[in-house]
């Protein structure tokens, strides 16, 4: 009988099972549907670049694999019916499945910030990047942006915009006592001096409690600002987040060893929607992804399941404009060039060799 395996998002992690499962035996009668609303994949990890304005959004795009095996189906996926096994998309007809796999990645989470959603910018689809874009870059000389969140997305969106716009008067909010708070000290200490060196200002502490057109208020205190981004936290997709199933405090699902749905065993679930011991991220999506391709085949070939290790990440790096960067790989922290040149070159396989 045929086997229809259906894949919601072709991010990190819906695209790397699609790579291994078309690089792997698939049984004769296997059909294999990607549902995604965009045309390509989108370097997502790189959006701050092009919300900056120093990378061109072809240069963040990737093509979906072509394939006979492979059909890729655009739409926006608006629920899913885990019970009749059906995706339904808006202005199209359902899709059955008889293997789900669920990468539709994540959203902003707003923390209940009165008018945070309505008055700020965002990174977190190519959308909405597109729009960020437009608008810090339509900022008048010496302009004010604010950006709220500091973590990885915007420490490295800051660091960018300063290169694009050394006219811009920049400014990140952070709730903690330092940026980037789960790295190591140095590293911190590292960023902070880059950008007291190139005249970003750092507000720690921060409780924004309110967002209207161009103000915010911190700690209730009014401040004015030309653009505002958002980058301070993220939570599961709010399709995800409706499926009547166990899920942690971010709406992301809760899995099996195998990353399925206990109850739903013929649902997988890959990335940002899935509850994992990890921080969200490309690499950590893409690790999982290989192993949901090794559950699946054995599933297709009716063998049994194979015994799957913990996930162990490589490491993490990041950005300060295109010169400098910083990471932690294992134990070692880096900082300074190195860092940087490791990313581009991991950026460049991934785009040459899909991964």
């Not at 291994?20 to 790189?46: C, F, Q, S, V, W």
């Not at 800051?158 to 000290?185: K, M, Q, V």
């Not at 054995?298 to 799957?308: C, I």
Request: aromatic share 6%; with cysteine.
């Amino acid at each position: 009988m045929d086997k229809h395996i259906l894949v919601l998002g072709g991010g990190y992690g819906g695209l790397r099972i699609i790579q291994r499962l078309l690089a792997a035996n698939l049984p004769k009668h296997t059909r294999l549907t990607l549902i995604d609303r965009m045309p390509y994949h989108g370097l997502k990890t790189e959006y701050y670049a092009l919300a900056a304005g120093t990378e061109s959004e072809a240069n963040l795009r990737v093509a979906f694999p072509n394939d006979p095996r492979l059909k890729v189906q655009l739409g926006e996926v608006t629920s899913i019916d885990v019970e009749q096994n059906m995706v339904h998309i808006d202005g199209q007809d359902p899709v059955a499945y008889d293997y789900l796999i669920i990468a539709l990645g994540c959203e902003d989470k707003y923390h209940g910030v009165p008018g945070a959603k309505e008055n700020t910018h965002s990174i977190q689809t190519l959308p909405k990047t597109r729009k960020t874009y437009q608008a810090l870059n339509n900022i008048k000389p010496y302009g004010h942006v604010a950006i709220i969140g500091g973590g990885l997305s915007g420490v490295e969106l800051a660091s960018e915009l300063r290169e694009s716009r050394p006219d811009l008067n920049i400014a990140i909010y952070d709730r903690g006592e330092t940026i980037l708070s789960p790295f190591p000290e140095k590293l911190r200490r590292y960023v902070c001096q880059w950008f007291h060196e190139n005249d970003v200002d750092l507000v720690h502490k921060a409780n924004i409690d309110k967002v209207e057109p161009q103000l915010f208020f911190n700690h209730g205190q009014p401040v004015e600002a030309d653009e505002i981004v958002w980058t301070a936290g993220i939570q599961a997709n709010r399709i995800v987040q409706a499926l009547p199933v166990e899920k942690d405090h971010l709406g992301r699902l809760a899995l099996s060893p195998h990353h399925y749905l206990e109850d739903y065993p013929n649902v997988f679930v890959v990335g940002d929607c899935a509850s994992l011991p990890h921080a969200p991220s490309a690499q950590l999506a893409e690790a999982q992804g290989d192993q949901i391709a090794q559950v699946l085949l054995a599933r297709l070939h009716d063998e049994p399941l194979p015994q799957l290790p913990k996930i162990k990440l490589k490491g993490v790096l990041g950005s300060l404009g295109k010169k400098h960067g910083f990471g932690v790989m294992g134990d070692t922290t880096l900082i300074g060039r190195i860092p940087r040149v490791l990313k581009s070159g991991v950026l460049w396989m991934y785009k040459h060799h899909l991964g």
